[in-house]
């Protein structure tokens, strides 16, 4: 219930979390199901530290996993148990991945239709640092303006470069981000995109790499807040924190 007389936000959000990839980066161990901390006696894994995040926050009503084919066993003993019971109060489910990550997360927007879901967050399940305050931001700014992202400033100063390693420009780190996730939406209109960049993508030597440029493509702006450096992508071992200082 919202301060002040005003009627409550019947909205309904809900979380996509990006695990369906093959991990080859990390020497073919998915990096998603390595162990990363212990808290309260809990140890989590990378992937359920996101999910724990948002199952926490208070911002979303249902959590979709998008995982490898065949691979439902591996992706629930990588969650607490206390996650998945039938009473738990955000529900889980768990979606077979595409070929790509667009495809991936296609897969888990077609398993949301009938689920009447106004926006939704969709998220790297390799990135473990995801916090409830960067949830707060994000839902409070998309039902401002329909999509939005985390992003960060570049430290390091950009540049071209053509096929030669020979550099053609010299970019002004001051208009170019990071992007990060959660990347969050209106659930109907990044579906919409998401089809009529699936029938591109068909057609066209053409690959969307995410899906703040999937909205952009084909429904508008998208929107940016600030990110946290310390949200970042797990992509090789040394990204790992070191076993011993898990915390």
């Known amino acids: 219930m919202t301060s002040g007389g005003q009627a409550p936000d019947r909205s309904r959000s809900a979380a996509v979390v990006v695990a369906a990839g093959a991990s080859k980066r990390m020497g073919g161990i998915k990096k998603e199901y390595r162990p990363f901390s212990v808290i309260d006696s809990e140890a989590r894994t990378v ?146 995109a998401h089809e009529r960049a699936a029938e591109k993508e068909a057609t066209e030597a053409i690959e969307y790499t995410d899906d703040a440029e999937v909205w952009g493509a084909f429904i508008g702006p998208v929107h940016t807040i600030p990110g946290s450096p310390s949200n970042k992508k797990i992509t090789f071992p040394e990204d790992l924190p070191p076993q011993g200082t898990l915390s």
Do not use: C
């Open 47 to 192: 992937i359920a530290a996101s999910v724990i995040a948002f199952a926490d926050s208070g911002e979303v009503d249902l959590i979709v996993v998008v995982i490898p084919a065949q691979g439902e066993n591996d992706a629930r003993m990588a969650l607490p148990s206390r996650l998945l019971t039938p009473d738990a109060p955000v529900p889980v489910l768990f979606v077979p991945g595409g070929a790509s990550r667009r495809q991936s997360v296609h897969n888990a927007l077609n398993a949301l239709e009938g689920k009447d879901i106004t926006y939704v967050y969709i998220h790297d399940g390799a990135r473990p640092w995801l916090t409830g305050d960067l949830i707060t931001r994000l839902s409070a700014e998309v039902r401002r303006v329909q999509a939005v992202i985390p992003v960060t400033p570049l430290v390091e100063t950009p540049k071209g470069i053509d096929a030669s390693g020979s550099i053609t420009k010299h970019l002004r780190r001051t208009t170019i981000v990071s992007a990060q996730t959660p990347q969050v939406f209106v659930f109907r209109e990044i579906l919409t």
